[in-house]
């Protein structure tokens, strides 16, 4: 009988509806001991082995310093730890460009979607380095404020503990993921996907 | 033009012959600060019995709740810990984990240290829960890892004073680091015994200031108690005129 009533009668969307863009289900993890399967291909197999060499050698790696995690990933581009050894110097600012996200930093509920769009934009094949406790699980940040764990919006490749990282540590995970994609370890299950959710602006 | 570019190619010269400041990591490590905090590592006494005695002040000293313990009661025939209980489970979460260092400062027995181990990634998080099985030195080896680091006296340039009008505080040495307060001017005048009154809004006076020796910090506490006490009394001796 009241407001709320009529305007649900008459069809109206609330545009105040809860969006959840976040997964809030069991994150799924990457099945384990998934390598580069054995064939006996010469042409396609030798190719593919050529191209993983390469693509791990060219990281191109989005920016996305959200907190202090990104003053250790640009020290890590700087002289003395230099990324660019293993080709991953050039830092996107178009997700069109780049292979690799670095999610440095805590993601705030609000920023999720940003986070969710620039992944979304940037071309296959992709992967994602989840940098500290705040972006590998909320850290400290127990709170309904930050998404505890970017791994419910996106899938992780590697995750790099530490508050922050040294560039040591991100060089290792970034090693990590080099070896990852050399032995043609797939992606891990997508979380929105997996767990039925849509996020504002989507087209699945 | 020319100039310029001359100008410019002389300085890639100058640095032609010099080392690189890279540090080829995987190949090469970088020295660690004997401070340096990095994975934990539970220790053990000289005759093999583990540091751990289970009494959970780590677990309440996580600011991230990244310690997880159950503990369990030393019986006869399982004897672990020289105490009355020992650590059944000890999972650190180092994906929670913030490498503060709380623990190890918390701790009572120094069972527990944040060591120089840095090389933690994984491709799947729960590789990062470390159990109590990788986390206790081998049987065999009892040694203190960095409490011996933190034992020795903190490095000249992490202790000097802030840049105030004393170098203590509470009758500690005083750091910027620990008081949280920089050359702030503060209303209340501070007497120094043996000097004279110290003006906040002169800078002179407060470099002065600055080179307070520790005998005197001693005194000037003991003169800051006596006048809060005058105070006090000439408070009770205003409300009475009233």
Redesign the interface.
Known sequence: MGVEDDIQNAGTPNPWAPVQYFSNTQTP??P?GIERPEGFGIVLTQMNKVLDWSRSNSLWPATFGLACCAIEMMSASA????IS?FGAEVFRASPRQADLMIVAGRLSVKMAPVLRRIYDQMPEPKWVLSMG?CA?????F?NYAIVQ?V?KVVPV???????P??P??L???I??LQE?IRKH?PNPPDPLKVSGQTYLGSEN | MAMEMLKGLGTTLKEFGKKPTTVSYPEEKRELPPRFRGRHVLHRYENGLERCIGCFLCAGACPADAIYIEAEENSDDNHISPGERYARIYDVNLLRCIFCGYCEQACPTGAITLENIYELASTHPEDLVYHKEQLLEPVGSATRGSLEAWAAPAPAETTTPLPGRQGFFDGLPATAASVGQADLPTETEILVPGSETINTSNPSDRADARTVEAAEAGDLRDAGDAGDADDAGEMVDGQEER
């Open positions: 993890r990457a384990r002289s003395r730890w230099d050894r406790a590998s699980c909320g850290g400290v127990n764990g791994d490749d590697v995750y790099v503990p530490g508050c990282p040294t040591d540590m060089l290792y995970g090693n990590l990852k370890v």
